[in-house]
């Protein structure tokens, strides 16, 4: 018997409130793809205000950067009174340090961007700032789930819960995607998302020889591209991110499969694959489509969105088939038959 919303650990309120600064999480990691998708990162070249104003005119790539900075005030604001909320009303410690400490991610995330922007777009900085976004993006998943009767439900059972027989794939493919992410902010702030401008073949070969041959192939093909020419390091870079997407798919074939032989009846588990899956297959297709499309921004956007999308699931999913306690998890090893 499930527990009804009206029981979460501090109600409703904060149940639903908490969902909600995960919503806008992910809508704000979908804008500041777009700030990056469309070339507008330094639109607006002063920082924090904007033209020495709070309201710019919103016209071309201003109305992506201010966007941005609007949106991130907005979860800024919401991460501040989830974090007050918890502090005031949470009794366990440890979800009010989170709370804590996601308001200290998106401050220090806040200062990130600004730097980027007075600094004149540094890779390091750039890169560091889309990686702490998804970090934050977990941190909030994780204050939500706390929040839910889901979780209240396990707590209330009191029993000990056996290791799931997919823990440590879901843990693996947690590690996948998180990296995947880094390199996908690697490429895009270095801009290797076209150094290989054709698919399924790689510089005109299914093999990839990352040899003369291949680079003055890719050239040739984005010189057509009215492109300018890469380097073979950008080369490997993008080929690290098709690379480890194969991986990542290779691993959520394996927790099907396992969750298909264990899990059939067990549906809001079930369920959850099921929609990772999907997430997943839909993330290759715009992966593929952002190549073909050469890059077209609402396209790469969205790949950038869903690519959070599936790490938001994959922490749930996590969440879901961990045990509460420490002691009954065993997290670095597949558990034993």
Same mark, same amino acid.
């Given at each position: 018997?499930?527990?009804?919303?009206?029981?979460?650990?501090?109600?409703?309120?904060?149940?639903?409130?908490?969902?909600?600064?995960?919503?806008?999480?992910?809508?704000? +990691?979908?804008? /500041?793809? %777009?700030?990056?998708? @469309?070339?507008?990162? &330094?639109?607006?070249?002063?920082?924090?205000? #904007?033209? !020495?104003?709070?309201?710019?005119?919103?016209?071309?790539?201003?109305?992506?950067?201010?966007?941005?900075?609007?949106?991130?005030?907005?979860?800024?604001?919401?991460?501040?009174?989830?974090?007050?909320?918890?502090?005031?009303?949470?009794?366990?410690?440890?979800?009010?340090?989170?709370?804590?400490?996601?308001?200290?991610?998106? +401050?220090?995330? /806040?200062? %990130?961007?600004?730097? @980027?922007?007075?600094? &004149?777009?540094?890779?390091?900085?750039?890169? #560091?700032? !889309?990686?702490?976004?998804?970090?934050?993006?977990?941190?909030?998943?994780?204050?939500?789930?706390?929040?839910?009767?889901?979780?209240?439900?396990?707590?209330?059972?009191?029993?000990?819960?056996?290791?799931?027989?997919?823990?440590?794939?879901?843990?693996?493919?947690?590690?996948?995607?998180?990296?995947?992410?880094?390199?996908?902010?690697?490429?895009?702030?270095?801009?290797?998302?076209?150094?290989?401008?054709?698919?399924?073949?790689?510089?005109?070969?299914?093999?990839?020889?990352?040899?003369?041959?291949?680079?003055?192939?890719?050239?040739?093909?984005?010189?057509?591209?009215?492109?300018?020419?890469?380097?073979?390091?950008?080369?490997?870079?993008?080929?690290?991110?098709?690379?480890?997407?194969?991986?990542?798919?290779?691993?959520?074939?394996?927790?099907?499969?396992?969750?298909?032989?264990?899990?059939?009846?067990?549906?809001?588990?079930?369920?959850?694959?099921?929609?990772?899956?999907?997430?997943?297959?839909?993330?290759?297709?715009?992966?593929?489509?952002?190549?073909?499309?050469?890059?077209?921004?609402?396209?790469?956007?969205?790949?950038?969105?869903?690519?959070?999308?599936?790490?938001?699931?994959?922490?749930?999913?996590?969440?879901?088939?961990?045990?509460?306690?420490?002691?009954?998890?065993?997290?670095?090893?597949?558990?034993?038959?």
């Amino acid at each position: 018997m499930t527990t009804p919303l009206s029981n979460c650990p501090n109600g409703i309120f904060l149940s639903l409130f908490s969902k909600l600064v995960c919503v806008s999480t992910l809508f704000l +990691i979908f804008v /500041g793809s %777009l700030v990056t998708s @469309t070339g507008s990162g &330094l639109a607006v070249p002063d920082w924090p205000l #904007s033209y !020495g104003t709070l309201f710019p005119p919103m016209v071309g790539g201003i109305f992506y950067e201010h966007s941005h900075r609007m949106v991130a005030s907005l979860v800024g604001f919401l991460t501040l009174c989830l974090a007050v909320c918890l502090a005031r009303v949470e009794k366990r410690r440890w979800v009010k340090y989170l709370g804590f400490a996601a308001l200290a991610v998106v +401050i220090l995330q /806040g200062l %990130l961007g600004g730097i @980027t922007v007075l600094f &004149l777009l540094p890779k390091p900085i750039s890169i #560091s700032h !889309g990686i702490l976004a998804q970090t934050f993006f977990i941190l909030t998943i994780i204050i939500a789930y706390s929040q839910s009767a889901e979780r209240l439900n396990r707590e209330i059972k009191g029993s000990p819960e056996p290791v799931s027989k997919i823990l440590w794939d879901c843990s693996i493919i947690f590690a996948l995607i998180y990296v995947q992410l880094i390199i996908g902010a690697i490429m895009r702030h270095t801009s290797s998302g076209l150094a290989i401008p054709d698919f399924p073949q790689m510089g005109g070969s299914f093999l990839p020889g990352f040899d003369e041959k291949m680079l003055i192939n890719i050239n040739w093909h984005r010189f057509q591209m009215n492109l300018p020419s890469v380097i073979m390091p950008q080369i490997m870079i993008h080929f690290g991110h098709r690379l480890w997407a194969g991986l990542i798919l290779i691993w959520v074939v394996v927790l099907t499969i396992k969750t298909f032989r264990y899990y059939t009846q067990e549906h809001q588990m079930f369920k959850t694959v099921l929609i990772l899956d999907a997430i997943i297959l839909i993330q290759v297709g715009l992966g593929i489509a952002t190549v073909l499309s050469e890059k077209f921004y609402t396209i790469t956007s969205a790949h950038v969105a869903t690519g959070a999308l599936a790490l938001g699931f994959i922490t749930f999913l996590l969440l879901r088939v961990s045990p509460l306690s420490i002691k009954n998890t065993a997290f670095c090893f597949p558990p034993t038959r």
